[in-house]
Every structure is written in C-alpha cells, then in structure tokens.
C-alpha cells in the first residue's frame, strides 16, 4: 500500500461511468461537480425533487441504488449513517442487486461512519466479488463544488488507483492512509480536532463578548500566531457575532464524537476531552437545538437568548 497518494500524481486516463447516490448537502454537492466534470452522471435519492437541478443540468435520476448501480461502474454514497449505508448497498433494491455477476463495480463511501462497519462492509462487498474505498472528507459542500475537498482514503491499491478517477475531480489532497476504515478512522481523528475546537471557540468567543472587545481585532492580533488556524479564522467571528446560519449541525457533531469515542474505547483508549465535548453537544440536543448550527455552542455562555 502506498504511504501518500496525493494530488500530484496522474490521474488514470479512463473515466468510469459514475453514480451517486445521497442527495443531501454534501451529496448534492459531490454530485453537482461530478455532473460539471463528467457531463454525464447517475443520481438517486428517496427524495426526487433533490436532483431537479442536477436533471436539468443533465444528470439521469434513477429511483432506486439498484437502478444507479446497473447503469454505473462506480457509485459514490454520501449518507448519513452506516445503517442506511448497509441498506442502500445490500438491502432490496440495494447497489449490489443492480450488479450482475462479474460486473467490475466499485463502490466510493464518502459518507463519514464508524470504521469497524466499514471494514464490515468492505469485506462482505469483496465476497461478493466488488471493491470498496472509504473516502471521507473534509472542506465541507463549498469544497465539493470547487473541487478542493481533502480526503482520507482506505481500501487496497489497486482500488485506490481506479477510485482517483472520480476522487481526483472532486479534491486537491487524496491521502491513501490505509486499508478499509482507516479512511474513516483518520476522519474520526479530524472530527475530534474540529468538534474540541468548535468549544474553544465559542469559550474564546464569550470571553471576547464578555469584555466588549472587537472581534475583528482579536483575529488579527492572533493571526499568525500559534493560536491561529484554519478553523480560528473561517469560525471565531461567526461565533463571535452569534451567527446562527447553518454550516454544520449539532446532531451530527454528536454522531461524529461518539463514533470517535466508540472506536477509540475499541483500542482500549479513552478520550476525556472529547467526551467532554460531547457531552456538551448531547445537552444543546436535549434542548432541541440538535439541527442547528455548531454556533449554537454560544448557548452554553449565555449569549444567545
């Protein structure tokens, strides 16, 4: 397996017919690039009015994974839990009933679940002859759009390579990190960095609020510093100002810490700043903020009413 497959290496010249399947906001954006780098493209979703602008723009919806499937060679999922993972690929009407024997299908998960599931399903897809690659991500639905997303990928080589024909449109940074579920796994770890960060920032922001200070001010007096990240300077003001607007949600950064607390208890290890920080997340869900944004930190200060 190689250490780093990163964005510096060619791309292989034959280009797969290509599904995706999960049309929320990461899919819809994952496919919206595909169309615009393809031409050509397959999409399937519960919802059908959710490819309306994908078919207009010259996409083929199929109402079904299994539909998707039969008219692809590589379907991409973007879903949000490994339960409905397992159902959209092995359930009725599932990918793997749209493949035929001897089909060379793979399939790209570019959802973020747990990584014993992933490994789970990587094996049971390859029994059945097919190929498994967990991509999951990070840089969010703008990044899909502009192709800049970074992806933390497992599976085995020869795998890999033919994923990057799809991978390479939508990223800058493809990172081979391992065999199946070591995608995930390193997408765990990212998941810890930003959901404790997510807490720094809005104590750093009450504090900010607290003493009246101009939080403009203070991002620049600590850009560049040690302090300083990609998160401080995309996030800090947006908590600062108890900006609300949706860019992630409460719910999910729950789903994500509690993987991550999960698989790191598989390793006999335990995480207490990261159980601190769910349990932080867990409380604004017991208080129906679960949808809302991650701002909704600012709750726990007493800065938004």
Known sequence: MSDNV????????????VGVVGLGVMGHAIATRLQHEL???GVSDLRPDAANDLVDAGATFYGTA???????DVVV???NTAPIVEQVVFGENGVLTGWSAGRDGLIIDMSSIAPDRTRDFATRVAEQGYSWVDAPLSGGAPG????????????EDPAVIRARTVLDRLATRVTHVGDSGAGQFVKLINQVLVGIGFSALAEIAAMTRAA????KAVLSSLTGGRADSALFQEFFTKFAAADLSPTGNIANMVKDLGTAAAAAHSENLTLPLTELVLAQNRELVAQGHGQGDNVNLMRLYGQID
């Not at 990163?6 to 017919?17: A, C, G, K, L, R």
């Not at 299994?66 to 692809?72: D, G, I, L, P, Q």
């Not at 899909?144 to 599976?155: F, K, P, Y």
């Open 6 to 17: 990163s964005h510096t290496q060619p791309t292989p010249v034959n280009t797969p017919t």
């Open 212 to 215: 009246d200070l101009d939080p």
């Open 144 to 155: 899909a759009l502009a192709g800049r997303l970074s992806l933390m990928v497992g599976g």
């Open 39 to 41: 031409g050509a493209l």
């Open 77 to 79: 999922l973007s879903l």
């Open 66 to 72: 299994a539909e998707a499937a039969a008219h692809s």
